[in-house]
């Protein structure tokens, strides 16, 4: 398990980086960030890298901060930024961190980053979740120039992204929720720490105890996390109640075109899309409680 | 040093290898340094079925650092004594031999054999040269299912082998055809057990470096049997035993892949031998998932009689064991199977045929447990049918038939692979059964099962009864010898691999010689004896403890002769503390230092020796031990079943256990917890996944789900101490005893939990998807 041979690279500036990787992209140079895919897939040599062009020793890339109605998360800001709530204002704050709580184990989530992940766009990631549910801004920078690209828009199959080889991810833009929103996350795997095999995300917005809005994502489930509109419509005017709450999980199961691999079937995450969506639901439903009577 | 009369045998002395190793000072293989030395990386199969070709090799040789590079035509002239390795245990069922070569040179008939060895400066220079070797491979028709390979028609795992059944025995005795003849009632069940591994933390590895001045080759290697790996080199390589010296050095354990010796050891061996400069191959994660030894699948189609009240009359079937692709250590494993089943129930009459098959896959032998859990869990899953059909408890159909303690030594109608007769030595097994049932609160469940399922929770509690058969013989060489420094050095065949042997053996022999544990130097493992076998079966303690034992005795009795003449006292009134002979019973700290002992014991030019006949504070001893030692032990379990998911969580188990005198029960309790954390695995987590090509779908960890801290139950282990009348000590061995019950325990929780929906757990491990299904089946409108 020793990588086939590559170079290094420590960019001084995030243009230089650009500028390194439009020079070498084309021959397989890539960016490393904290190395918790990259690594171990280099290794395992199912990934090459002629050269890496090392971001961590830029600085100013690991705090996340608050812009006009959004959060940015700079690319390097670690996952375990978000161990603290105070990380984001209330309620993504808390949101955040009960999310990043479910990404790997520990050690991973103090060198894993934001970006990577992202870029990495791996099925199960918690925070292409995170952006996708919540219709995230994810912003490239190429030799070209800066780019912006909308969360749906963002990945496109498997592991697999609409960035161009030779942009970078240097940040991505969460809009804040609503201060009056309850949110909701649901996570299923086989073991503590394992990607999931399927997890929801939502995020209700109630006036005077009916659902005004909602957002429902799904991750794990299909090649890449989305929003699931059809599930979304199945609450919207109605109490959130049980009955509501099932009726989303089944426009949800209708509406998902499940993965399949060696140990998990298509009709298995079918089924568990529906699950993990009404936990994620009941989880909301219980903090829009505790809203409404803080005792 | 210990003044007290409390016996150091039976204390939880703390363990004499663990300041070093949880200070970073432990020397594993790759610890040793060797300058100078070189790197090897194999190029391994793709394919688990080809024909091999050609290979250029003209232009990997020329890669930066590559020194040599070795196809199995390249390797032959290196192997004067042969090129294949005869490590599987004879028996005259074997159809045909299956030795492993160092390197195939015709064909290939597993992912991940190794083909080819790079030879380099470096390790990432001997992969990157490796991966660029552009070896043609014909992909021939792989055997990737067990129950087809039995089939007259199917295709064959190694191209010139008449069928793929390797072998065919079985166990019979009593009347089966009146037994089943009238029952009142016959379970007929099929079960089956997936493939798994044993995954140390620390995969296999060997060091090889020749000495040009005395022509030696001295060779590292985790391995479990050092004296083995010693045998096979000399064998293959040609040389005297006198200038190979093997050494085990710390193992980040091995729980029976590190058994064999394996083509990797031999082709290092032979190459630094050939380059005349150090060798190292260690061994990544993913070789280990490809190439290391893995276990356990089988197929089972049993039939289990039983008279109204739930007593055995009878039980038969048939036995369809994984053999793998090569013969790397023999019928132990489904003998061990076939043996187990019936072994601690009065089960009148049994019949079982065992058919052994090869597969293009991994080749079996022992993971900790071998063959034993498997059969563990069939027949404690047909007990558990057998109590729904007879309308008793769970635990009631097992009490009426467990073997009685006023039965032991319990003869059974079934033999050792030696021929000897099974043995049931000791121990009380409904009482064993009781203590669980009271620690996990067996009676008044139902109450709080009632009162969960009415918060919408399912929950379960289950249980298996085992035995496990340890202290395989026939000997285990201990040398005990007082140095002149006042030393006790102890010398053993037995090899350390994590388990505390080290801690075990110095309590024996501290007991006889001053009662100081800090006074003994050991040395395990140690190929300069002879005669010697290692780490297996669970074994050492039961075996080497023997010999250390008895040696302990004769050095003592030597000690206080000398002693004795120099202090012109009668031997009786002597007694050793530490490292001084003092006169019994007193506490004023003086003595005569064994160090004066010693040297005396030697003898001086021209005078008779001081009170002894031959020279020296010195025993070997190698005790033959012919049957085997069998503890047993009843695991409770308690789950909880998600309806929804599938998900089975196991909130607790209870583990009633008899192994017994228990030298440190401590290091029992340590070996216990491993066990229970591997066998959780075989229950819920662990499977080896294969295409039907049988590619490996599963050779990683992020695949291949080892138990972790997190998925870890409360456990409880209460003790019973039943001697064992087989050895001196009464001892028997532990390291296997978690992970034999725990598949059928939880299997059975899982069952009680969704008793209502009428499943039945047949497969281990529990998948979820597949728990999900059934739930789904058994109730066509879904969960709620
Ligand atoms: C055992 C284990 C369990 C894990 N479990 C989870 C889990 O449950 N959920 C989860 O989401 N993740 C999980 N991960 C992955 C982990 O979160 C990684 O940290 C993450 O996927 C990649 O982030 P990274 O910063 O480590 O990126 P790297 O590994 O450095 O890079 C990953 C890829 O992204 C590219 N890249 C990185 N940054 C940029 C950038 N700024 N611009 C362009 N390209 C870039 C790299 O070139 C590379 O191709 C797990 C990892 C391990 C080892």
Not at chain 1, 26 to 34: E, R, S
Not at chain 1, 173 to 179: D, H, S
Request: net charge negative; charged share 25%.
């Amino acid at each position: 398990m020793k990588p086939a041979p590559f170079t290094y690279y420590r960019p001084t500036s995030l243009e230089d980086a650009a500028q390194r990787l439009r020079d070498g992209a084309d021959d397989g140079a890539l960016i490393l960030a904290g190395g918790q895919s990259l690594v171990p897939m280099m290794a395992l040599r199912v990934a090459y890298a002629t050269e890496l062009i090392d971001l961590n020793a830029l600085d100013g890339l690991d705090r996340p901060r608050v812009e006009g109605d959004s959060l940015v998360i700079p690319t390097l800001t670690r996952h375990a930024t978000f161990h603290d709530a105070r990380a984001a204002p209330a309620p993504l704050g808390d949101l955040l961190a009960c999310v990043a709580a479910h990404i790997a184990h520990y050690p991973i989530r103090q060198r894993g980053t934001f970006g990577g992940s992202l870029s990495h766009a791996d099925p199960s990631s918690e925070w292409c979740l995170v952006t996708a549910t919540l219709d995230g801004t994810v912003c490239l920078l190429s030799a070209d120039g800066p780019r912006e690209v909308a969360a749906r828009d963002w990945s496109d199959g498997p592991m697999s992204t609409t960035r161009d080889p030779d942009e970078i991810l240097t940040e991505v833009r969460l809009p804040l929720p609503e201060a009056s929103a309850s949110w909701g996350f649901y996570e299923f795997n086989r073991r503590a720490g394992d990607f999931a095999l399927g997890m929801a995300l939502c995020v209700i917005d109630l006036q005077d105890d009916r659902i005004t809005a909602a957002r429902i994502g799904i991750g794990g489930i299909e090649d890449h996390p989305r929003r699931l509109p059809e599930a979304e419509a199945a609450l919207i005017g109605r109490a959130f109640d049980a009955a509501a709450m099932a009726a989303a999980a089944e426009a949800a199961m209708r509406a998902v075109d499940p993965m399949e691999d060696a140990t998990t079937s298509a009709e298995y995450r079918r089924d568990l899309t529906g699950t993990v969506i009404t936990r994620a639901l009941e989880a909301a439903r219980l903090r829009t409680l505790a809203l409404a009577d803080p005792a | 040093m210990t003044q007290s009369n409390a016996p150091l045998v039976g204390q939880s002395v703390p363990r004499r290898e663990d300041r070093a190793l949880v200070s970073g000072k432990g020397r594993f293989l790759d610890d040793i340094a060797s300058p100078g030395g070189l790197h090897a990386a194999f190029l391994r199969s793709p394919y688990a079925h080809a024909r091999i070709g050609t290979a250029d090799l003209e232009e990997v040789r020329a890669m930066p650092g590559v020194v040599a590079v070795y196809t199995a035509r390249d390797l032959a002239a290196l192997l004067p004594g042969g090129q294949r390795l005869v490590t599987g245990l004879p028996s005259s069922s074997i159809a045909f031999a299956l030795d492993r070569p160092i390197l195939p040179e015709h064909e290939t008939v597993y992912v991940g054999e190794a083909l080819a060895m790079v030879v380099a400066e470096t390790r990432a220079e001997a992969e990157d040269a490796a991966e660029m070797i552009d070896l043609d491979l014909d992909p021939l028709e792989p055997v990737a299912d067990l129950e087809n390979a039995a089939r007259h028609d199917a295709p064959k795992a190694h191209a010139h082998l008449p069928h793929n059944r390797l072998a065919r025995f079985g166990f019979s005795y009593g009347d089966i055809a009146a037994a089943f003849d009238g029952a009142p009632h016959v379970m007929s069940r099929r079960f089956r057990i997936d493939r798994g591994g044993a995954h140390s933390m620390e995969g296999r590895g060997v060091l090889a470096a020749p000495d040009a001045m005395t022509g030696r080759l001295s060779v590292w290697s985790s391995t479990q049997t050092p004296h083995a790996l010693k045998r096979h080199i000399c064998t293959l390589l040609a040389r005297d035993d006198a200038e190979v010296e093997v050494t085990a050095p710390d193992l980040g354990g091995a729980f029976g892949p590190k058994l064999v010796t394996y083509p990797e050891e031999i082709a290092v061996a032979a190459a630094a031998q050939a380059l005349g400069r150090p060798v190292r191959w260690v061994e990544d994660r993913r070789e280990h998932f490809l190439a290391a030894c893995q276990e356990r699948e089988q197929l089972w189609t049993v039939e289990m009689a039983l008279e109204a009240d739930g007593r055995i009359r009878g039980l038969r079937g048939t036995l369809l064991h994984d053999h793998g692709a090569w013969t790397a250590r023999g019928l132990n494993v489904p003998y061990a199977s076939g043996m187990m089943l019936p072994l601690m129930y009065e089960v009148p009459a049994y019949d079982l045929d065992i058919i052994v098959t090869v597969t293009n896959k991994t080749p079996v032998t022992p993971v900790r447990g071998a063959g034993q859990p498997q059969a563990t869990y069939v027949m404690e899953r047909l007990l558990d049918a057998g109590a729904r059909a007879c309308g008793i408890d769970r635990a009631e159909i097992r009490r009426r038939n467990l073997v009685t303690p006023d039965r032991m030594p319990c003869e059974r109608p079934l033999k050792l692979r030696s021929g000897e007769p099974v043995i049931l030595d000791s121990g009380d097994y409904p009482r064993t059964q009781a203590t669980a049932l009271e620690g996990i609160g067996w009676h008044g469940f139902e109450d709080r099962r009632r009162e969960a399922r009415a918060r919408g929770k399912r929950l379960g509690l289950g249980l298996a009864n085992y035995v496990e058969g340890t202290g395989r013989g026939p000997y285990e060489t201990v040398t005990i010898r007082v140095a002149r420094d006042g030393r006790i050095k102890v010398n053993t065949g037995a090899a350390a691999m994590g388990q505390g042997v080290g801690t075990a053996l110095a309590q024996i022999v501290a007991e006889h010689l001053g009662r100081d544990p800090s006074t003994i130097d050991l040395t395990l493992g140690d190929t300069r004896e002879p005669y010697g076998f290692g780490g297996f079966n669970s074994r050492q303690t039961v075996v080497a403890g023997a010999s250390a034992d008895a040696a302990a005795r004769v050095v003592r009795r030597k000690v206080l002769q000398v002693a004795a003449h120099l202090l012109q006292m009668p031997e009786e009134n002597l007694d050793i503390a530490a490292d001084l002979v003092i006169v019994a019973g007193s506490n004023s700290g003086e003595g005569l230092s064994l160090a004066e002992i010693a040297a005396a014991s030697e003898g001086l030019p021209g005078y008779r020796l001081p009170g002894i006949d031959t020279p020296g504070l010195q025993a070997t001893e190698r005790v033959l031990i012919e049957g085997m030692a069998f503890a047993n032990g009843c695991l409770a379990a308690e789950v909880e079943v998600d309806e929804a998911t599938g998900a089975v969580h196991v909130a607790r188990l209870f583990l009633a256990h008899d192994c017994g005198r228990m030298v440190n029960p401590q290091m029992v309790d340590g070996q216990i917890l491993g066990g229970l954390a591997h066998g959780l695995g075989n229950a819920l987590y662990e499977k080896m996944c294969f295409d039907d090509q049988a590619q490996p779908l599963t050779a990683s960890l992020a695949d291949y789900l080892l138990v972790t801290s997190a998925e870890m139950p409360v456990i409880e282990i209460a003790h019973t101490e039943s001697p064992s009348p087989l050895n001196a000590l009464g001892v028997k061995g532990v390291g296997e005893s978690g992970v034999i019950p725990t598949a059928a325990a939880i299997a059975s929780a899982v069952e009680h939990a969704l008793e209502d929906l009428g499943i039945e757990i047949s497969e281990a491990p529990i998948s979820v998807q597949a728990l999900h299904a059934a739930i789904r089946a058994a109730r066509p409108g879904g969960p709620e």
